[in-house]
């Protein structure tokens, strides 16, 4: 296509208004055209990488096959568009710092005052352009986390003004803004909209495209009356109303010809409008499923939904190719007991153990991986989960009474799982874990062999501790087979119970996989399981 052309995404009014679901839709749709296309994003925090906050903080941590904790958002790239985002898919704020005070340490500035202007800008500007230049995409697309008006957010919009002067037609924004319904007066309001794009003008940036979020339709003179105060044109102008599935967002916004209205802007051509043949006839069979699957969620974290975005996703995708519609019931680790398992989760299809970090509910979690072993109901435990999975069945099928792990007691005789050899000099807290996509080879005949319908996969990682290889002899003599292990480590990824109708822990994470068009096989697999009659 020649240059690269660069979209940026931003957000007003309120956060959370979906900004990574629009850039992911834009993307999907400008994909269908046949342009190479990747999305970025980047968050104003501090943090080096959202590894080392709390899930109630940020919610989930999503890992890139390079092994780079990110933003969750990356995950929704990766869902739309069937692509793998790297490390520079995600910028922090806290890395152009770094950056920047690494090259000033190093004498690069040749002693010059460091400045936001021009050196942070410089380094964002870097980094937006870099996987452009590097890769050859037709399209980058940019989301910048926060808010416009956020003091945090100031150095980027920033570098979005310079690299709009400098790309010419090259360069577009596209503003995500609320419009709100004020139920006492029963009217929608646009000020707060006006306001969000004066503010980003007054920055020096003139949004070319406004998606308007609501809950409401908003009418023709509606959007005639923002496209007047806002110096954009009347076609520029969309509604993202909600949908009963972010799925259905990229219709919603080819509809109303965001795409087309973007190629224009940018000065290429717009031709036929795509078919997308398969995305729709995912939504078909979404829509037309009538019979549900009940699934319990098992954590700690189950009050914050984003706290396992990509697990509940994957299930949903899963749910979809099964004809079935997908029915969570969240438990809480904490709070399950001997005496409440068979109330919590007698009635469910399968069970989830989801993965996490810490003491805080583990208790629940072996509670819940017994009553569903010794009951047969289709379990994945993923991670902390698959752990979980492996100490209640040291303690209670191989008799070690004090099996545990040593994240969570040390002084455990049975230490069943154990720290890392590679983690045992290892004090930093952030990017140190084995993060990243690592090999696994399957046995063959095992369930899990059967889902992926090959021996050799390749998974994403994010942990410290594994399963103690010591006892691997004793659990597979008493039922619970190690079924995947890396080639050069000799580590357990994968444990399960073949006598059951689906018992399967991975130390990996598989939901970072799945995709809308390329559902993750073990999670297709769980649900066929789920859905058989008990």
Known sequence: MGETKYIFVTGGVASSLGKGIIS??????LQARGYK??????DPYINIDPGTLNPYEHGECYVTVDGHEADLDLGHYERFLSIQTTKSNNITTGRI???????????????KT??????????IKRNVKLLGSKYKFDFVIT?????????????????IRQLKWELGQNALCVHLTYVPFLAAAKELKTKPTQHSVKELQSLGVQPDVLVLRTEHDLNANLRKKVALFCNVAEKAVVQSIDASTIY??????QEQGLDETILEKMGLPVGERPALGPWKEFLNRRANATEEVTIALVGKYVELQDAYKSILESLSQAATYNDRKLKIEYVQSEDLTPENVVQCLGHADGVVICPGFGSRGVEGKFIAARYTRENNIPTFGICLGMQCMAIEFARNVLGLEDAHSVEMNEKTKNNVIDLMEEQKAVTDMGGTMRL????????????????????HIQERHRHRYEFNNAYRDAFENAGMKCVGVNPESDLV??????????????????????????????????????????
């Open 37 to 42: 296309v990747t999305i970025q994003k980047f």
């Open 114 to 123: 460091i400045q936001v202007i021009p050196h942070i800008t410089d380094e």
């Open 248 to 253: 259905e967002v990229p219709l919603l916004m």
């Open 97 to 111: 710092y770094k950056s920047v005070i690494d090259k000033e340490r190093r004498g690069d500035f040749l002693g």
């Open 493 to 534: 990824e994968i444990v399960e119970i073949p006598e059951l109708k689906w018992y399967i822990g991975t130390q990996f994470h598989p939901e970072y996989s799945s995709t809308v068009l390329n559902p993750h096989p073990l999670f297709l697999s769980f649900i066929k399981a789920a859905i058989q009659p008990k």
């Open 436 to 455: 990243g996509a690592y090999e696994c080879v399957l046995r063959a005949g095992s369930k899990a062999s059967e889902a992926y319908g090959q021996e």
């Open 143 to 159: 989301e910048i986390g926060g808010t416009v008006g956020d003091i945090e957010s100031l150095p980027y919009l920033e570098s």
């Open 24 to 29: 992911s839709s834009i993307g999907k749709l």
